[in-house]
């Protein structure tokens, strides 16, 4: 019989490093909201259970995730320039808009960048977190509400204080109505023209929705150095170094490693931007708080499911039912805040549970040697 403390085999995986990766699930309470307004709610359809999932994609997730993290550090974002080209007919057309390419903007150290245009380098940094869409802890537990609505984009309540245009083809070209003439149209049409717009069949999302992110600490504050995929502009690259980044050598090869003061500030913003964002950039009429009621961290991506996830009721017949589960036997750190106990029975949430999650982020973050990987 072999043990296992004497042979080499375990004593080797007793000693293997650990995880350069920190798993995050998050779970969030939804209430007749809606995650994009420009088209509606966006929506997937599950197959096991053929309902309509209200989701909010993992871009959208990011942007958020990074807006808080610039408004936490009071910096400002990246300078996007948006390209206009004018054809030889006159006639102006938009051209792919570009960032700046440049780790020193935090939002670009950490969200990623790309940049082609014709004549100069091809520049690409792949965001060291990886972000899921926000979609329902379950099919059963999230998603559509039933009823359709009609929206309003309603100005009537104050008719003088709001333009409304009509214009008329006269000659095959368009011309605005002056008001006599629309008054004169009004009457002997016996219409009215209200500044009010029906935006039909709209519908929310309520339930409980998680993301999930994944983030890659070897490439968190490292910057490659290859030149055959380069992740710099050599110009950028001068800069950097100017601003006192160190070369090293991680798994990937050579990179630029972001200063020990620089990361002392933004370690503490991107543990709290990454469980304190919001959606912000939707109508008043959509707004939520999507409470936080659970969050698990692990360096296992298995665990954090585990930890925080839907169960099916076994009560047979056709109808299927399912209920929120939290499993603390998991291998990840779980955190539950008071407010869970309202949708989780039996859960038990600490007022500073949100706190004690981001001290564990910053804790995780700030014990990875970037220099000796």
Request: aromatic share 6%.
């Given at each position: 019989m072999i043990f296992h403390h004497l042979n080499p085999f375990f004593q080797k995986m007793e000693k293997k490093k650990s995880s350069p990766y920190i798993y995050l699930r998050v779970l969030r309470h939804a209430e007749h909201t809606v995650f994009s307004v420009q088209d509606g709610q966006k929506f997937y359809y599950d197959p096991q259970f053929g309902n309509k999932m209200a989701y909010s994609s993992g871009q959208q997730v990011k942007r958020s995730i990074m807006e808080e993290l610039t408004n936490f550090l009071n910096v400002p974002h990246a300078p996007i320039t948006f390209n206009w080209e004018i054809d030889a007919k006159g006639k102006a057309g938009q051209k792919e808009p570009h960032s700046p390419c440049d780790p020193t903007y935090v939002d670009q150290l950490l969200g990623g960048?790309?940049?082609?245009?014709?004549?100069?380098?091809?520049?690409?940094?792949?965001?060291?977190?990886?972000?899921?869409?926000?979609?329902?802890?379950?099919?059963?537990?999230?998603?559509?509400?039933?009823?359709?609505?009609?929206?309003?984009?309603?100005?009537?309540?104050?008719?003088?204080?709001h333009i409304v245009k009509v214009s008329s083809l006269e000659g095959g070209k368009r011309v605005e109505l002056s008001r006599e003439a629309l008054d004169e149209w009004l009457t002997s049409n016996k219409r009215n023209l209200p500044n009010r717009i029906w935006i039909p069949d709209h519908t929310r999302a309520s339930g409980l929705f998680v993301f999930d992110i994944a983030i890659d600490l070897r490439t968190l504050f490292c910057v490659s150095l290859n030149r055959l995929e380069p992740e710099l502009h050599p110009d950028t690259e001068k800069k950097l170094r100017e601003a006192g980044w160190v070369e090293?050598?991680?798994?990937?090869?050579?990179?630029?490693?972001?200063?020990?003061?620089?990361?002392?500030?933004?370690?503490?913003?991107?543990?709290?931007?990454l469980l304190n964002w919001r959606i912000t950039s939707n109508q008043s009429r959509t707004f939520s708080l999507m409470e936080t009621l659970a969050i698990a961290v692990s360096d296992n991506a298995n665990q954090i499911a585990y930890a925080i996830r839907g169960e099916l009721k076994d009560e047979g017949g056709e109808r299927q039912e399912a209920v929120p589960k939290?499993?603390?036997?998991?291998?990840?750190?779980?955190?539950?805040?008071?407010?869970?106990?309202?949708?989780?029975?039996?859960a038990v949430g600490s007022a500073d549970a949100l706190d004690k999650a981001e001290e564990l982020l910053v804790e995780k973050m700030s014990a990875f040697d970037f220099e000796k990987q």
């Open positions: 960048y790309m940049k082609a245009e014709s004549g100069d380098y091809t520049v690409k940094r792949r965001s060291p977190l990886s972000i899921s869409a926000m979609r329902p802890l379950h099919p059963k537990l999230g998603g559509l509400e039933g009823i359709k609505e009609n929206l309003t984009f309603d100005r009537t309540s104050r008719p003088e204080g090293g050598k991680n798994v990937f090869g050579s990179c630029l490693i972001c200063p020990v003061e620089k990361r002392a500030e933004i370690i503490p913003a991107l543990a709290h931007a939290l499993d603390e036997t998991a291998k990840a750190n779980l955190f539950v805040t008071p407010v869970c106990s309202g949708y989780i029975a039996g």
